[in-house]
């Protein structure tokens, strides 16, 4: 990426008509830029009404500028923001103008790289920027918003901080070969590298957590034919989304919809009925059902409470459940037949009674969605989720880690090389944080950001 000595200009909203579109411009020209747009000196952090005129004197717009002194603002250096009328036509002059200024079009998330090598934010941080702007449900939100005040980078300097305690500890004998490490300083070198690797491992753990806030968990509704699967779906998203009918075999092809249950990102399927079909439609349906419910978090087990022969689950779907991932649904309790207590067609821990049809019961499918959700959502690691990059370096760490323990072995024993795994650990962990020598991953990194990010 080019040095920061341009002023980079690009449009912080969206293309397409709107009530105000915003123009964003970052750079040692903005003060003039301000200056000519207010005719006085201007003043940071003050918005000001102004009449904008191109080069030549046109009028474009009356627009709002607010000019902020670096490194009072987003980049950290003089950022002046112009909110004009959302018309793209009027958004593209004003561009374009700035640019026959002397400005130049900011590349894709050139403004959070400024941000970056200003030292405003670290790049976990600039990465919770990207995924704040991306968080479509509130457990998204609260991790993005974790990791943008600095939950991942607290846990990542508490690693780094113990890696130089031990190696602090470690190199005080490196100076005297001749004294061999005593046990007992071993025996603690050893814990507190176990611990480091704890650690390290429950963070790698929580990438599982952000690809389910990325992606949202996986619910299943399947079960029998004509046990009111779509009508459960259709009563949980509100409004009449499959076809609902009394024939045996009336969904075919999957059906997928979104939902937002305890603040989590839910993807739900309605699927073919399952049982021994002769069409081969219907058949094909089924086969598609048994392998959607295979990357399943949760599957929905929808059964008749009032079929007195609810018992004959097919075996072709049994096979594919696991109990701590089935929620069991006694649906139609509101017929008199499903009063009469009948057993429970699959070992499931949670069973849910309620009626698809009129609406009883399915708050209590909620809750039990929630919970099950909750469970599975939850790393104790206060919504910090790590992602693919992060992960990669733990790795590195973690492996690092793992050679130094066994340099510490007994037999083994060689100081000076695990401090040098130890070291080969602290420069992965702190790639996390954030490197300005490495511009290649950096320039990668940003790529993927929105142009006037
Ligand atoms: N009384 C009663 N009838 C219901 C209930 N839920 C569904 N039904 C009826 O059961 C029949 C089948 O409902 P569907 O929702 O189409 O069942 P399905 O499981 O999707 O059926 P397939 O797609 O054929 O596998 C329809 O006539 C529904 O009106 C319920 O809670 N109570
Ligand atoms: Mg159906």
Not at 3 to 22: C, E, K, R, Y
Not at 152 to 172: P, V
Not at 282 to 297: C, F, P, Q, W, Y
Request: contains cysteine; proline residues 5%; charged residues 25%.
């Amino acid at each position: 990426m080019p040095g920061n000595q341009d002023t980079i200009v690009a449009l912080a909203t969206p293309q397409g008509t709107s009530a105000i579109a915003l123009i964003r411009a970052s750079g040692p020209d903005t003060s003039g830029l301000a200056e000519a747009l207010g005719s006085s000196p201007a003043l940071p952090r003050m918005a000001r009404r102004a009449d904008y005129r191109s080069q030549a004197g046109e009028p474009i717009d009356t627009v709002i500028a607010t000019w902020f002194k670096g490194p009072h603002s987003y980049t950290g250096e003089d950022v002046l923001e112009i909110a004009c009328h959302g018309n793209p036509f009027i958004a593209h002059k004003i561009l374009e103008d700035l640019l026959a200024r002397g400005c130049r079009s900011a590349e894709p998330g050139e403004f959070t790289q400024r941000a970056f090598l200003n030292g405003k934010l670290d790049l976990t941080q600039a990465e919770a920027v990207m995924d704040l702007i991306h968080a479509s449900s509130d457990r998204a939100l609260a991790a993005a918003n974790a990791q943008l005040h600095g939950g991942l980078a607290q846990r990542i300097e508490a690693l780094i901080g113990s890696i130089l305690d031990l190696l602090a500890r470690i190199e005080a004998y490196i100076d005297f070969p001749e004294e061999d490490l005593p046990p007992e300083d071993r025996d603690k070198a050893q814990r507190s590298l176990l611990s480091i690797k704890l650690d390290i491992n429950s963070l790698r753990s929580t990438e599982r957590y952000r690809t389910l806030l990325n992606n949202g968990f996986k619910v299943i509704i399947a079960g029998p034919p004509n046990a009111g699967k779509s009508s459960l779906l259709n009563r949980l998203v509100g409004r009449e989304r499959a076809l609902v009918s009394s024939e045996p075999g009336t969904t075919r092809d999957f059906i997928e919809e979104r939902l937002i249950i305890a603040g989590h990102k839910v993807r739900i399927f309605d699927t073919a009925g399952v049982r021994e079909s002769k069409s081969t439609l219907e058949s094909l349906g089924i086969d598609k059902t048994l392998e959607v419910i295979e990357g399943a978090d949760v599957v929905l087990l929808v059964v008749d409470a009032a079929d007195p022969d609810l018992s004959a689950l097919p075996k072709s779907l049994t096979d594919k459940l696991t109990t701590d991932r089935v929620i069991v649904v006694m649906n139609k309790c509101d017929l008199p037949t499903a009063a009469i207590p009948r057993p429970i067609p699959y070992p499931a821990t949670t069973v849910v009674h309620l009626s698809a049809l009129f609406g009883q019961g399915t708050d209590n499918l909620i809750s039990a969605l929630s919970a099950r959700l909750n469970q599975l959502g939850d790393h104790g690691t206060d919504g910090v989720a790590v992602n693919a990059r992060h992960a990669e370096a733990l790795n590195l760490a973690a492996r690092a880690l793992e050679s130094a323990e066994a340099w510490l072995g007994p037999d083994t024993h060689r100081i000076e090389l695990v401090a040098s795994d130890l070291r080969a650990s602290l420069s992965e962990l702190s790639k996390i944080c954030g490197d300005a020598d490495n511009e290649r991953m950096l320039d990668r990194l940003f790529a993927t950001f929105c142009i006037g990010k």
